[in-house]
């Protein structure tokens, strides 16, 4: 397969700093939320709204019907599916730990997408990848410290979150091989809309006129982000947008501070460093490897 056009790389960078201040900002909505309505709740008005985003998308490029049609169901199902558990995972996570810590800790997906891609996507991981992927592991343990602190068992909902994570954006990329970015939105929104029924509606609580306004607000977030995702694997190989993942945790520190006054402790602070750090070791090893096998 020829590479793709650096244009095309760079619109995928682009698509995903975007969505990852889309997730920032979800978050810290949720995790204002969270302490007062539920989590099934909360998903359940996140993916209703994301219904209609979805339907107003592809209205405009082909239809509905057209959008819904898969070359793979029960692919797009089950990445549909994971993304609720991530979701609600992280929201869990939101209600017992800083966002700066939590995301310290999720910033290891991008390093298990390295993983996962060797299993699921036939990519070739050599040496440095899993010198990589071995010294975020060692940036987590930074930041959970067994041994040297309690291990509160919040401290392991992110590290769940994380691997939950990485696995959707490799299905994702899975569902990219054969399936158009409006059909994986369509099928994101609606079938995990209808899994949410399941349990939104035994969870309500009804909200007032603030609460209101930032339930929508955290779910049209969450849309807008899910989309600009979507759209990043579209025009750029997982592997080429990774780096730029990691600004989710520069907007959720400024989110952090700012919102709820969460100032990541030494540790944390080194932890992330030492899992960015690892992360854009080997996306510089790929690069320079591109660039020596490219005549």
Not at 265 to 283: C, E, F, H, N
Request: glycine fraction near 6%; charged fraction near 10%.
């Amino acid at each position: 397969m020829p590479p793709r056009p650096t244009n095309r790389t760079a619109l995928g960078a682009l698509f995903t700093v975007l969505a990852m201040l889309g997730f920032a900002s979800m978050d810290a909505i949720s995790k204002w939320l969270v302490a007062d309505y539920a989590i099934g709740q909360m998903l359940w008005i996140r993916y209703a709204v994301f219904c209609v985003f979805a339907w107003l998308v592809v209205r405009r490029r082909g239809g509905f019907v057209a959008a819904l049609r898969s070359a793979r169901p029960l692919l797009q199902i089950t990445r549909a599916l994971l993304a609720v558990v991530e979701s609600a995972t992280f929201v869990l996570a939101f209600r017992y730990l800083p966002l700066a810590d939590t995301h310290a800790i999720a910033a290891t997906s991008p390093l298990i997408v390295i993983a996962l891609g060797a299993a699921f996507l036939g990519e070739t991981v050599d040496r440095s990848r899993w010198l990589a992927v071995t010294a975020g592991f060692l940036g987590v343990l930074l930041i959970v410290r067994p041994g040297f602190r309690t291990l509160d068992w919040p401290l392991l909902i992110p590290v769940a979150g994380a691997i939950l994570w990485g696995s959707y954006q490799i299905l994702v990329r899975l569902c990219a091989r054969s399936d158009t970015p409006q059909t994986t939105l369509v099928w994101s929104a609606f079938a995990a809309f209808i899994a949410t029924s399941f349990v939104g509606p035994w969870q309500w609580q009804w909200p007032d006129a603030r609460s209101w306004g930032l339930l929508s607000a955290m779910a049209l977030l969450g849309a807008l982000a899910h989309y600009a995702l979507i759209r990043a694997l579209d025009y750029a190989e997982a592997s080429a947008v990774q780096p730029y993942s990691y600004t989710l945790l520069v907007w959720v520190t400024v989110l952090g501070v700012l919102v709820f006054g969460d100032f990541p402790d030494g540790w944390t602070i080194a932890g992330a460093a030492v899992i960015v750090a690892s992360g854009l070791y080997s996306w510089q090893r790929d690069l320079a490897r591109s660039n020596a096998a490219t005549p």
